[in-house]
């Protein structure tokens, strides 16, 4: 199976080459090096934090999701999702801010406001995937005699796999462009070569951070892209 | 068999009680298909779907081979009952083999039994298994996307069928060449079968009883014949069509009204032989035919009165035949189109059977009129 390359991936990655050569060419490369020592360990935390509260956010995205679908939750889920939507328009850095106030500094608070960053666009889609299977397959299967647990295992989830594979790609996405920020409340991460980078006008040091953490952004989305190629059914799986 | 009793189905809704099905009380002998017939929001579908519980019914009861169905489980209910809907249904994410071996595996089969089973199947409707018992649905057409739709219901082998305008989704081209091939295949496998439609020529061809519904009752319950010769009120009249004489048609074979001891005679006959057999047994028309038992061409007593020589030579090619095992439909088609009274009828093999004339045809229709409607069940 060949590695499709889809239009937005070859930017995203013709980007970073353009940035990289940019920055050799501006004798940037030089400083840049220099941090290397930093590079390794922040992107070390970087990754650790984008993973766990990534993980977090899938592991309890998608069942909240399951869950608001159920015919049982029929009379509330439109309204929780309102809420969803709502939470969606705070910005992420107030979203940081805000968890900040409550958990304090360092990590924990990073890894509750990135969390919950990247729950919205689980749930939702989720949420919207599962709606969005088509009545009379449900029908079909109820009549042959399957039970709730087998429709939804056999039936909804392998149906709604796309849309709920794009929306993890969505917030991890998010995730890894977000996860800066979680400096600004001592989280640490790359963001710490950013924000002192710009803070002290030094642009080796705002290179050092953001370039990895551009190149981790194209990396996150390669591997996602991969997954959602090869782990979805082929039979309901636009991408083969 | 199915038998319902009583069977009642009421919605609430904010406009007061609406009655889906009133009272429905019918009896589908094992074996046959019976086609629920209406207009739509007739309970047609209600009436099906309450039989696997779909829909729960309000009140009355549901015998499947003499067994009381309330007693049962839903899931196991429907494990043992075929299901085949209009949208058709199947998996996109499963490929051919895994939506057959559904039912089957839920029923704790041995896989290697149920995948036999889904090639054998595939291979019955004429889909080539090895083609496609891997494929995934949306690389069928609509035409065999429909067929695996009725061999899944079919995979455990169920005695009874619910399909809920199954073929209704196919152009007419295909639907008539499925519905052929179900037949076919009803001919062999014996299910007791509800088919839910909404069009009267589908109920004609496939059903061996056809219940018409209105707002929840059926108005009449009865064989397609005499659906069509005695309608039971107006509105099954009206249903049925103003032109319901000529869709009885459709339900007489040419075998059924074709004349056998109509005269034919080999080529080589001669012509004051025939002109003798003709006078003797009182017919005007003898069809001549080759060394094959094929029909060539016809000759009339006038004609060859008095004229000498073998009949071959004099005979008059034939307009059309027909073969017995078409319906009284295409026979007088054919006899329209070539303004004729009569049609020679031919064998699977081409050979000389009889002869149809429009008298017959008549005589076959008046048969139903006459007959007393007390046979109607």
């Known amino acids: ?240 | 068999m199915i038998r319902l009793e009583k069977l009642t189905k009421t919605f609430d809704t904010p406009n007061g009680t609406v009655v889906a099905a009133d009272k429905v009380d019918m009896e589908v002998p094992s074996g046959e298909i019976c086609i629920l017939l209406g207009p739509s929001g007739c309970g047609k579908t209600t009436a099906l779907k309450m039989i696997n519980r779909l829909i729960p019914p309000t009140s009355g009861k549901i015998f499947i081979n003499e067994e009381d169905t309330s007693k049962q489980d839903d899931i196991q209910l429907r494990r043992n009952i075929g299901y085949v809907i209009q949208q058709i249904g199947l998996f996109p994410n499963m490929t051919i083999e895994e939506n057959i071996c559904v039912v089957p595996k839920l029923l704790g089969w041995d896989t290697k039994k149920a995948k036999t089973r889904a090639a054998e199947l595939l291979d019955l409707v004429g889909l080539d298994s090895r083609q496609f018992l891997q494929r995934y649905p949306k690389e069928l057409s609509g035409g065999q996307q429909q067929r695996v739709g009725v061999i899944r219901a079919l995979a455990a082998d169920p005695p009874v069928m619910l399909m809920d305008e199954p073929f209704g989704a196919i152009d007419p081209i295909n639907r008539e060449v499925i519905q052929d091939e179900f037949l076919k295949m009803q001919a062999e496998l014996k299910k007791t079968i509800m088919f839910v439609s909404h069009d009267i020529d589908e109920a004609v061809k496939m059903g061996d009883k056809i219940a018409i519904f209105r707002a929840g009752k059926i108005e009449q319950y009865d064989s397609p014949d005499n659906l069509l010769a005695h309608p039971a009120n107006p509105f099954v009249a009206d249903f049925v069509g103003a032109d319901r004489t000529l869709k009885r048609l459709r339900l007489v074979t040419a075998e059924e009204v074709v004349n056998a001891d109509a005269p034919a005679v080999a080529r080589s006959t001669g012509a004051g032989d025939v002109a003798r057999r003709l006078a003797s047994e009182g017919e005007r028309i003898a069809v001549v035919i080759d060394g094959d038992h094929r029909p060539v061409g016809y000759v009339t007593a006038d004609e060859i009165a008095g004229s000498t020589g073998d009949v071959g030579d004099l005979a008059h090619p034939l307009p059309a035949s027909v073969p017995m095992r078409a319906d009284l439909r295409a026979v007088v088609s054919e006899m329209f189109a070539h303004d004729i009274m009569w049609l020679a009828c031919t064998n699977d093999e081409g050979r000389f059977v009889g002869v149809i004339t429009q008298p017959a045809v008549t005589a076959a229709l008046r048969a139903t009129y006459t007959a007393p409607a007390a046979g109607a069940a």
């Open chain 1, 1 to 240: 199976m060949a590695i499709t390359m889809n239009p937005a991936r070859l930017t995203g990655i013709g980007i970073v080459v353009l940035l990289v050569a940019w920055a050799i060419l501006a004798g940037a490369l030089e400083p840049i090096l220099s941090y290397r020592d930093d590079i390794v360990y922040l992107a070390r935390q970087h990754m650790f934090l984008v993973l766990t509260s990534g993980g977090a956010a899938i592991l309890v995205g998608v069942p909240v999701g399951i869950w608001l679908s159920r015919p049982s939750m029929e009379r509330y889920a439109e309204g929780i999702m309102q809420v969803f939507n709502i939470g969606t328009t705070i910005p992420t850095l107030a979203v940081v801010a805000l968890s900040m106030t409550l958990l304090g500094i360092g990590f924990p608070p990073a890894f509750f406001g990135l969390f919950v960053a990247s729950l919205l666009p689980i749930v939702r889609n989720t949420y919207a995937g599962l709606l969005a299977v088509p009545p009379h397959l449900k029908e079909a299967a109820t009549g042959m005699g399957m039970t709730q647990g087998q429709i939804l295992r056999r039936v909804e989830l392998p149906n709604a796999l796309y849309v709920i594979f794009s929306g993890i790609r969505t917030a991890l996405a998010i995730n890894v462009g977000t996860t800066p920020l979680a400096f600004l409340i001592g989280g640490g991460g790359l963001g710490e070569l950013i924000f002192t980078g710009i803070d002290l006008m030094d642009t080796g040091m705002l290179l050092a951070g953001a370039l990895p953490t551009a190149l981790l952004a194209v990396i996150v989305d390669f591997l996602m892209g991969q997954a959602q190629l090869h782990l979805i059914p082929k039979g309901v799986n636009p991408l083969r």
